[in-house]
């Protein structure tokens, strides 16, 4: 089975701080593992996914993530925060179908 | 542009009273989902259809139901809404070889009234 825990419900950076949103996974085969986008009042926009290959992802907008195989994580990062990186984001992971975390919701301040 | 659609954005309707949600692709892609978001959760798959081939989630309330009449539109139909069901309903695609990966419309939020 699979399942997706993202730490923190809220997270508050300041414009121009590291973003680390957390995200970790337990699934019984090697995971496809996405970080989604939501926007007020729109659909999830895909920022990355992992599937094989190179554990180190990069995806749109400046974010990237980290595949730990021994962590069981895939946090996402960005190094500079920009307003409009206001968001909440969902971590998933796919086997057949897409289990979504419960998602965080970034707020930067100017 | 290649693109998931969904119409309408917002939609109000009244407790009981039937309403269908349109989804519709310009990506060829053979697999639609419906799902589900509730304010601050996240998403919960309802169904897909794999082309014609249709796959209800074991806990989708039969109040929902689903029609794919061709690959390129699909629609939610809720029979009778309850004030529960108001939430922002996602419909998302996938392509035949990269079944993981979902691309997503902008949602259309159901208000009931």
């Known amino acids: 089975a699979q399942s997706v825990t993202q730490l923190g419900s809220h997270v508050s950076v300041s414009e121009g701080a590291l973003v680390l949103l957390r995200c970790n996974y337990s699934?019984?085969?090697?995971?496809?593992l996405f970080w989604y986008v939501q926007y007020p009042n729109q659909g999830l926009q895909l920022l990355l996914k992992?599937?094989?290959?190179?554990?180190l992802v990069k995806g749109i907008n400046g974010f990237e993530a980290e595949f730990k195989k021994s962590e069981t994580s895939f946090h996402l990062t960005k190094p500079s925060a920009h307003m409009s990186d206001a968001a909440e984001y969902f971590c998933?992971?796919?086997?057949?179908?897409?289990?979504f975390g419960t998602g965080t919701r970034l707020t930067v301040i100017p | 542009d290649a693109m998931v659609i969904q119409n309408p954005r917002y939609q109000v309707t009244q407790f009981g009273k039937p309403v269908t949600l349109s989804c519709s692709q310009t990506?060829?892609?053979?697999?639609m989902y419906w799902y589900q978001q509730k304010s601050s959760q996240a998403p919960k798959l309802l169904f897909h259809y794999y082309d014609k081939d249709f796959n209800n989630e074991a806990d989708t309330p039969d109040n929902f139901q689903s029609r794919r009449p061709n690959t390129s539109f699909c629609f939610l139909d809720i029979r009778s809404p309850g004030l529960g069901d108001a939430a922002m309903y996602l419909c998302a695609t996938s392509i035949r070889g990269e079944l993981e990966t979902q691309y997503f419309g902008p949602g259309t939020r159901l208000l009931v009234l």
């Open positions: 699934s019984s085969v090697p995971p496809y």
């Open positions: 998933a992971v796919s086997q057949n179908n897409l289990f």
């Open positions: 990506l060829n892609h053979n697999v």
């Open positions: 992992y599937t094989t290959g190179a554990t």
